[in-house]
């Protein structure tokens, strides 16, 4: 093997598909912190770092073993929780048992066990291990059992997804440690603050408490204009966040009696799909486009070169196109036929290049990328980046890719401050270039509010419609998947947001959805972007190597199948291909 | 294009190891005529196994590789400029149509869709080829069948059979063959003995039963036939497997180092 196994350590993950082979199920390979033992959550097995990687394999075949063959399910792990010498001895009967097995399997490890096998099952090993009788110690390498961190949350999915409730109470134990920051000295007292935990609304004592207190917050200096009291959620910042996490259902307080309105600009209304009551709130969130200033500043802002992005999406044919004079074709080019002849008999030979080929190469194709300026993007993923910058890059990737080959492209981001407040901004309307004065606006956009998806897909898909100008429109949501607004949480948003995107496919608008940097769990994603087609990944140019692919997926749901044109051989310009 | 196999006995029989009952199926579809869908990953003897029945069945083989360039004047035919003139070349469909062969369209929904319909009025009763560019409509001889093959969740999400083109046809999936048959069939093909073989299969086993696998594709009998005959031409077993399985599997360093070290602990020493 050119790989050298038994030279020096590369990374303990080499031993990742060696583990998932033994064990059945798929199991990562970590370093464990020095001076522990190896060992097994179930998830990964830890090995010491630093040592050959002979050792290392050794250390991992035996752990994974275990695993695979059944001697660590939650029955022997609860037997052995709380016995470490129990612990100990049951290891080096079973573990020399399924090494023994093991070894016979696979004849490319050489182990040596250093003793007898001397049980032929699980419990008879369990057996021995609880019974008083000697037993040889496991050597070092075989590491040690550890039961509660098989029976601990990291050995399996939990039984069910947690209750709002749960999420509740788990909010309420979190330290208050990071709210000393936020405080202004003397504004009000700690004990207050406590009653006044946004995450603690709904416990009666506190409210109780707080109406005993006189508790009634003022209007902090400066509100009364828009925001108002955008209590949220969020406790603790978090590298990544849980499968089942999700914005807790917290109520929104204005401290106005509205909202502020945005006379002057106008704005259009869309309805709001009810999904309890299943019918549609009519002209129910009012959209409000705010064109950007002129820039301050246009050196900030370059965009990133993906050339894999922009080879994938040149490629992008979306319908045929006759190409003239080609070396080889379905038909003959007559023109370039009689040409050649002529030029025969005048004593030319030039190259016969007399068919017609058609290719899919015409394009046609408008994209209006709407990304999410919401305060919920703001989490900062492990490289310190948030899910909005991930976002606004790939945002200025896509527009600047898309723009270069030709196609009509818009960005706006949106936001939104209740149902009478969903921001558009204009980063570039169609018709625009993208110039360093658009990008300088894109890379200053700041997160903030919170994210009414409907809405503005409603508005984008009008937008699209009336302005594109193209047979082929596609609207790309660059969100994060977490729709959440006043009045606009959970189910309700996830489904007024998948009814949005199917009015606007219903349209003729094509919708992809793209979730860069979030850890937003794929059934979530599933829930909002319902059947539109969608993609997550960690940074955009993840997703380049198959973009086209994601666009013409999109593209192609649309393009109903014709059959007055499904003869072979009768050009179909401007459709898509069916 | 393939080159239509002759008729007869002089061609010695492709190698074919049945597994299920592919071989009665395909029988019964050919006397009838029908045409036949092969399912299956890449690399477990679709190929192979066509060659087998038309050497059976005594019918000629006209073999079509499907791209994504594939039109329909390349399945039917195009004039070329041939000095002076034009004249009207045959594609392989329209030979196989002419002489009663069978046509395998291996990889055909790589094909654009629009290349795919002219297959459309050969697949139900009417068994026509349509000419349009000469203006004729053939009668496909007696002995004319048409296979395609398919390579499910391979594509891309574009690229998958309409359901009208499906229907026409009678399916049969071939999946990797269980390791005894395996075993045969990489000593056969590969000509290296039984234990080689079986170590191979064992790696081809070991890497098709990884959970959650981070490969896109897995170890098809086809690499394992490579892994043999490298080994079979004096390489180690473990260099062979190296590069003719794991280099392949994976571009990514990593990954080809963790997929070298499940193949180690296989293979025997």
Redesign the interface.
């Known amino acids: 093997m050119t790989a050298a196994p038994g030279g020096e350590t590369s990374g303990s993950g080499r031993f990742r598909l060696l583990a998932t082979a033994l064990a059945g199920r798929p199991l990562g390979v970590e370093d464990a912190p020095a001076a522990d033992r190896p060992y097994t959550d179930g998830v990964n097995i830890f090995v010491g770092p630093g040592i050959g990687a002979d050792d290392q394999r050794r250390q991992v075949v035996v752990q994974a073993a275990l695993l695979g063959a059944g001697s660590l399910e939650p029955s022997v792990a609860k037997a052995l929780r709380g016995r470490p010498r129990t612990a100990r001895r049951y290891l080096a009967v079973e573990g020399r048992r399924v090494l023994a097995d093991v070894a016979s399997r696979l004849g490319g490890l050489s182990l040596t066990v250093g003793g007898p096998v001397i049980s032929a099952t699980v419990e008879e090993s369990l057996a021995l291990a609880l019974g008083r009788g000697r037993l040889p110690d496991p050597p070092p390498w075989f590491g040690e059992i550890r039961p509660g961190r098989l029976l601990g949350p990291a050995g399996g999915p939990p039984a069910s997804a947690p209750t709002p409730s749960d999420l509740r109470a788990a909010a309420r134990l979190t330290p208050e440690a990071a709210a000393d920051e936020d405080d202004e000295p003397g504004e009000e007292s700690k004990l207050l603050k406590l009653f006044q935990n946004p995450l603690a609304k709904p416990n009666a004592l506190s409210d109780f408490v707080a109406r005993l207190l006189g508790l009634s917050r003022s209007p902090a200096p400066g509100s009364g204009s828009s925001g108002g009291d955008l209590a949220t959620a969020a406790a603790r910042r978090v590298r990544a966040v849980g499968a089942h996490a999700r914005p807790l259902p917290v109520p929104l307080r204005f401290t106005g009696d509205d909202p502020p309105d945005r006379g002057g600009i106008g704005g259009a209304l869309y309805p709001e799909w009810d999904v309890h009551k299943t019918r549609y709130r009519p002209q129910w969130c009012r959209v409000v486009e705010i064109p950007m200033g002129p820039a301050l500043d246009v050196s900030t802002g370059t965009a990133e070169r993906d050339q894999v992005l922009h080879r994938r999406l040149a490629r992008l044919g979306l319908g045929p196109k006759v190409l003239r004079r080609r070396p080889d074709g379905d038909d003959l080019d007559v023109d370039a036929l009689i040409d050649l002849a002529v030029d025969l008999r005048a004593g030319h030979s030039p190259p016969g290049h007399v068919y017609l080929e058609r290719r899919n190469l015409a394009r046609n194709l408008g994209v209006l990328v709407l990304l999410d300026a919401s305060g919920s993007a703001t989490d900062l993923d492990p490289a310190g980046r948030s899910v909005h910058e991930h976002q606004r890059r790939a945002a200025l990737t896509l527009a600047t890719t898309l723009e270069e080959l030709g196609d009509r492209v818009a960005v706006y981001g949106f936001r939104s401050r209740g149902r009478s407040n969903v921001e558009m901004l204009a980063v570039k309307p169609f018709g625009h270039r993208f110039g360093a004065g658009g990008r300088a606006h894109l890379h200053r956009l700041t997160p903030a509010g919170y994210t009414r998806l409907g809405a503005a897909v409603r508005h984008a898909g009008e937008l699209l419609k009336t302005q594109a100008g193209t047979p082929n429109r596609l609207l790309v949501v660059l969100s994060d998947g977490f729709p959440f607004d006043d009045g606009y949480e959970s189910r309700y948003a996830e489904a007024d947001a998948r009814k949005a995107l199917e009015e606007v496919r219903g349209d003729g608008v094509a919708c992809l959805c793209l979730s860069i940097g979030a850890s937003t769990p794929t059934e979530s994603l599933d829930r909002v972007f319902g059947s539109a087609s969608h993609a997550s990944a960690a940074v955009l140019s993840d997703l380049s190597p198959r973009m086209d692919e994601l666009f013409l997926a999109a593209l192609k749901e649309l393009a109903a199948p014709n059959p007055a044109t499904r003869r072979v051989g009768v050009p179909r310009s401007g459709r898509l291909r069916s | 294009m393939g080159v239509p196999r002759p008729v007869g006995g002089e061609v010695a029989a492709p190698f074919y190891r049945p597994v299920g009952d592919e071989v009665e199926v395909f029988a019964a579809a050919a006397r009838r005529g029908l045409p036949v869908l092969l399912k299956g990953p890449t690399g477990c003897g679709k190929t192979r196994f066509v060659e087998a029945m038309a050497h059976r069945l005594g019918r000629g083989l006209v073999t079509v590789a499907g791209h994504e360039?594939l039109?329909?004047?390349d399945l039917v035919g195009?004039?070329l400029?041939r000095g002076?003139e034009?004249v009207w070349v045959d594609g392989p469909l329209t030979r196989a149509v002419r002489e009663g062969a069978i046509c395998y369209l291996d990889e055909v929904v790589e094909a654009?869709?629009?290349?795919t319909?002219?297959i459309h009025p050969l697949t139900d009763h009417r068994r026509q080829l349509p000419v349009?560019?000469l203006g004729v409509v053939l009668d496909a001889e007696p002995g004319f069948q048409l296979v395609i093959s398919y390579n499910p969740g391979y594509q891309?999400?574009?690229k998958d059979l309409k359901d009208s083109t499906r229907q026409r046809f009678v399916a049969i999936e071939l999946g990797f063959p269980p390791p005894e048959v395996e075993t045969d069939v990489v000593a056969h093909e590969a000509g290296v003995d039984r234990d080689t073989a079986a170590?191979l299969v064992a790696v081809g086993q070991?890497i098709r039963?990884?959970?959650?696998?981070?490969l896109r594709e897995v170890a098809s009998t086809r690499a394992l036939i490579l892994a043999g005959s490298m080994a079979g031409e004096g390489l180690s077993l473990?260099?062979a497997v190296?590069s003719a399985v794991v280099d392949i599997l994976s571009d990514d360093p990593?990954?080809?180092?963790?997929?070298?070290?499940?193949?180690?602990?296989?293979?025997?020493?």
């Open positions: 360039d039109t329909s004047a195009r004039f400029l002076g034009t654009r869709q629009d290349t319909v002219v349009d560019r891309s999400v574009l170590a070991a039963n990884l959970a959650a696998s981070p473990r260099r190296q990593d990954l080809a180092v963790a997929l070298s070290e499940l193949v180690d602990a296989v293979l025997p020493r």
